[in-house]
């Protein structure tokens, strides 16, 4: 049983940054292609960022390029979402999630087969 665990959500001023992270157990997390969802209320969930299994390919929903960085580390099955630059419409609760057939970026959600139970993420202005 595969279990991801976000942490690093908060409550941030305009222009500040915060690091989530995402941590997996029962699986074997490198092989996954990870991303980072974010769900506001009233809306859908969104992609906002992905990560290949090796880290080489990545890739970020328009709104967050050049604020947004995702890495991961395989060796502490993390993967982590470094936010600068928030902004109000940035709140939701943020969800990683893990796929695990796919070599490159998977950009669907409903392609990915694990999900973690959210993190909260409040920007104010």
Not at 85 to 108: M, R, W
């Amino acid at each position: 049983q595969v279990q991801l665990v976000e942490s690093g959500g908060g409550l941030v001023q305009a222009g500040g940054s915060l690091r989530l992270s995402c941590t997996a157990s029962g699986g074997t997390f490198s092989s996954y292609c990870m991303g980072w969802f974010r769900q506001a209320p009233g809306k859908e969930r969104e992609f906002v960022a992905g990560i290949s299994w090796s880290g080489s390919s990545v890739y970020y929903e328009d709104s967050v390029k050049g604020r947004f960085t995702i890495s991961r580390d395989n060796a502490k099955n993390t993967v982590y979402l470094q936010m600068n630059s928030l902004k109000p419409e940035d709140t939701a609760v943020y969800y990683c999630a893990g796929e695990a057939d796919s070599t490159g970026v998977v950009l669907h959600k409903e392609f990915y087969d694990y999900w973690g139970q959210g993190t909260q993420v409040t920007v104010s202005s």
